[in-house]
């Protein structure tokens, strides 16, 4: 797909596109013993927060997934937008067809999961469809409607591969799953709990899904306890296109159920004060997000949705706080049933690529302005930069997840992991597109 970009912003934008997401070029590397043993193992790729490509319910249109949507939104992602208040089995009719493999910006090729699919068919693996399974397909991927809750995800990619094994005859259908960013929670949830609902995995009642076997999990660039940066984007807005990308505005990203699951959970005391004194503040109740004039109640969002008047989306005051009470108790749960040790968990081993070298907004500064007015500010804002509050905001990390967050597991899956953690120097969005991770995977893959 192609998207004409302004000419003004060209040289620019070639610089941040290049260090955000990778450029596509290099022949991809190839293991020769791999190649040799003809891998058997289905091997399915679950993308991250946005990696989905998705057409609108008349199939006409790609409403995410080109460069036009993804990097200069003209209505600050109101087509995007979930509205308000719809209920859990109510969908817009919108469908996630594929994960984004690569854009075209103006001249410029940028990839984001070609590369790693390249790679694994250049190693012997055989394409297929997750929605229409071939038995002699070994490689698929897992498309999503990333804007939803990861455990609707979960339960769709459960059903996919429960196909998968009807087709293949497999009494039990043995798989390895790479998964980037958030892809990990919808895979350990579904590693753990299948397609149950969340209610039934904090009862005791569900279990690790009959008829599959996860045997390597390999996490890329996740955020297994969330991120203080998932926080910063839906006060903020989320763009990516640093500098001169237009952004998603924060009511969009507040109407995003998954966005809620992003948010950190992985420490306490995530706020302080001017003078670094931890404050007693509880991100999860949705009274201190009005308090503090968070995402829908900052007086810019308020202002532009008198203006917008649309109601269709985002609805009443009354329907915006059930949204925001829902979605962080959802999201507060889901983090806790992914943190629990489960019966009859399986004999999987986990892999981590992340990355420890960039410092990483950790925790979050609230003060007063000179007008007394509540200010909420992340590392690297001012005064956190530098200066004495540097180390109280900021932690090691791929520069949206801290090293923290990467290692946030269960006991059972932490005696999981099948050795250390390779740490790329990349950022978080590039990890899954550098030559070292690339290397790493079909390593993880013979052993």
């Known amino acids: 797909m192609s998207s004409r970009v302004p000419s003004r912003v060209g ?5 941040v596109i290049l260090c955000s997401l990778g450029c596509a070029g290099k022949a991809p590397p190839v293991l020769d013993r791999l190649v040799r043993l003809q891998p058997k193992t289905p091997v399915v790729i679950v993308p991250g927060f946005s990696g989905s490509m998705i057409l609108d319910p008349h199939g006409e249109k790609i409403v995410w997934g080109t460069a036009g949507p993804l990097f200069f939104p003209s209505d600050g992602g109101y087509a995007l937008a979930l509205p308000l208040g719809q209920q859990e089995r109510e969908r817009q009719g919108y469908e996630a067809f594929d994960v984004i493999r690569t854009m075209r910006i103006g001249p410029l090729k940028v990839d984001v999961y070609g590369k790693l699919i390249t790679v694994l068919e250049a190693n012997g693996y055989r394409l297929g469809d997750l929605d229409d399974p071939t038995p002699d397909a070994t490689l698929f991927v897992f498309p999503y409607d990333w804007r939803y809750n990861n455990v609707a995800a979960a339960a769709d990619l459960t059903e996919k591969l429960l196909n998968l094994q009807r087709v293949r005859g497999d009494s039990t259908l043995r798989l390895d799953l790479i998964c980037h960013s958030n892809a990990a929670r919808i895979a ?11 209610e039934d995995a904090e009862s005791g009642r569900a279990r690790p899904p009959a008829g599959l076997h996860v045997e390597k999990l390999l996490l890329v660039g996740t955020a297994n306890g969330g991120a203080t940066n998932g926080f910063r984007n839906m006060l903020q807005g989320r763009s990516y296109a640093p500098l001169i990308g237009r952004k998603i505005t924060p009511e969009v990203a507040f109407s995003f159920e998954a966005a809620f699951e992003t948010l950190p959970a992985y420490r306490d005391q995530l706020f302080f004060d001017a003078s670094g004194a ?74 981590l690529v992340q990355n420890a070298y960039r410092k990483t907004p950790d925790r979050v500064l609230l003060r007063r302005d000179r007008k007394g007015r509540w200010e909420t500010l992340f590392f690297p804002q ?32 932490t005696a999981a992991l099948a050795h250390g953690t390779l740490y790329v120097p990349s950022y978080h969005r590039g990890i899954v597109h550098h030559v070292t991770t690339h290397r790493a995977i079909l390593e993880y893959l013979l052993e």
């Open 188 to 198: 350990r949830y579904m590693m753990k709990y299948g397609n149950a609902s969340l």
């Open 11 to 15: 040289s620019l934008l070639f610089l």
């Open 278 to 351: 931890a404050l007693d503040v509880d991100l999860f109740d949705a009274a201190n997000w009005q308090r503090y004039g968070w995402s829908i109640y900052a007086a810019s969002v308020e202002s532009r949705l008198r203006k917008r008047a649309r109601d269709d989306l985002f609805g009443d005051a009354g329907t915006r706080r059930e949204h925001l009470e829902r979605g962080l108790d959802r999201a507060r749960r889901l983090h806790d049933v992914l943190v629990r040790d489960v019966p009859g968990f399986p004999r999987a081993r986990y892999y």
């Open 382 to 413: 001012r005064p956190l930069g530098k200066g004495p509050l540097f180390s109280l905001a900021s932690a090691p990390g791929d520069g949206h997840a801290t090293v923290a967050s990467q290692h946030w597991l269960s006991p059972q899956e």
